[in-house]
Each structure stands twice: as C-alpha cells, then as structure tokens.
T-cell receptor, first 109, second 115 residues
Framework: GQNIDQPTEMTATEGAIVQINCTYQ??????LFWYQQHAGEAPTFLSY??LDGLEEKGRFSSFLSRSKGYSYLLLKELQMKDSASYLC??????????WGAGTKLIIKP | NAGVTQTPKFRVLKTGQSMTLLCAQD?????MYWYRQDPGMGLRLIHY???????AKGEVPDGYNVSRLKKQNFLLGLESAAPSQTSVYFC??????????????FGPGTRLLVL
C-alpha cells in the first residue's frame, strides 16, 4: 500500500531551527509537496521537490532523496506564527496526491 | 479575487439526510478536487475534475457524488448522510499548465457533523 510517515507533533523554541521529516512509500513518484495548515484553516503551499537536493525559499528549505524515499522541511529563525501543522504529500504514478497525517509544530517563546 | 470559496462553512445533518456542498473558484482553474480531512489521517481525495463536464473518482468516493456543470463550480453531494461522513471537507483547484503537478489552492473548508 501507499504510505506517508511524519511525526505527529514537534516542539521548538522561537528563533531556533526545526527539521520535520517525511518518509514515503508510494506507487510511483511525480514529486513531493509540503503544505502549511494553521488550525481551523486551509492548507497553503510551501514547496515542491521533484529532483534530489535542497530547495531554499527564505526561512524555509525542503530536501528530497528519492532513493531513500525521504524528505525534510527545515524551518529557520522560528517565529510564533510558524505554529501550524505541516503536511507532506507525494504525487503518485496516477498523478494523485497521497497525504501524510501532518506534523503539528508547537513554538514556545 | 476571492480564490476558492466553499458554502456552507458548517452544517449539522441527521443520518439519512442529503445535502450539497458548493465550491467556487474565480481563478479560471481547470482542475478541481474534493478532499476530506479526519483527525490523525491525511487528506483523502473523494472526487476530482479535470475540466468542465468531467469528473473522476478518487480514493474514497463511496457515498458521494459530484458535478462540474460550470468551470468555476464543483458540487459535492451526499445523498444519504452517515455518521462516518462527519469530517472537514476541503475543495481545491489548480491551473492546467502543469497538469496535476500544479500547486493546489484550497478553500476554507466545510465542517460537517452527521448525527
């Protein structure tokens, strides 16, 4: 079956760095997405990786290793507004997004 | 430019009742999707559409029907609601250019409680 695994919850301190991991097993691979979802709100797009390596976008970076079925989202200089759930999703061979359950990130002052 | 809108925002149904959830987008997107989100689970695709007049089944289509009569609207119907359909429903849309690889833009969600 298809599976996306990510930690349920993580806690970090304001101003610090946090890495959220995602491992996947899917039928085919057409790219990996990261979305941010604040409580009670809609998911919003953060990043897309289809080739191995690191994609940097401001304070957020996303890494992909296709051979290991692994990605991570790196958040630097954490701010209180970064408290949210972070969703990892993989586009499978049928071009359907398979979603992880999300990682709830709690930022403490 | 409102983006993706959903109505209603919240609804309570009794088992066996029917209802329709409306999704509208003003971005001229070709692709539209209906997901459900349950605690401890990832978003699951119910149905999707790759253009006006087309629909296709996703991962969990049973108990739901959809229609895409106009490009900007995507309707999700529950003919006979069941408690298992208690969930948060999200509509999303994406442009045609990159196909399904395009970023999806989500609506604010509809919270449905079936008693």
């Amino acid at each position: 079956g298809q599976n996306i695994d990510q930690p349920t919850e993580m806690t970090a301190t304001e101003g610090a760095i946090v890495q959220i991991n995602c491992t996947y097993q899917t039928s085919g691979f057409n790219g990996l997405f990261w979305y941010q979802q604040h409580a009670g709100e809609a998911p919003t797009f953060l990043s897309y990786n289809v080739l191995d390596g690191l994609e940097e976008k401001g304070r957020f970076s996303s890494f992909l290793s296709r051979s290991k079925g692994y990605s991570y989202l790196l958040l630097k200089e954490l701010q209180m507004k970064d408290s949210a759930s972070y969703l990892c999703a993989v586009m499978d061979s049928n071009y359907q997004l398979i979603w992880g359950a999300g990682t709830k990130l709690i930022i403490k002052p | 430019n409102a983006g993706v809108t959903q109505t209603p925002k919240f609804r309570v149904l009794k088992t066996g009742q029917s209802m329709t959830l409306l999704c509208a987008q003003d971005m001229n997107h070709e692709y539209m999707y209906w997901y459900r989100q349950d605690p401890g689970m990832g978003l699951r695709l119910i149905h999707y559409s790759v253009g006006e007049g087309t629909t296709a089944k996703g991962e969990v289509p049973d108990g739901y029907n959809v229609s895409r009569l106009k490009k900007q609207n995507f309707l999700l119907g529950l003919e006979s609601a069941a408690p298992s359909q208690t969930s948060v429903y999200f509509c999303a849309s994406s442009p045609l250019a990159g196909g399904h690889l395009e970023t999806q833009y989500f609506g604010p969600g509809t919270r449905l409680l079936v008693l």
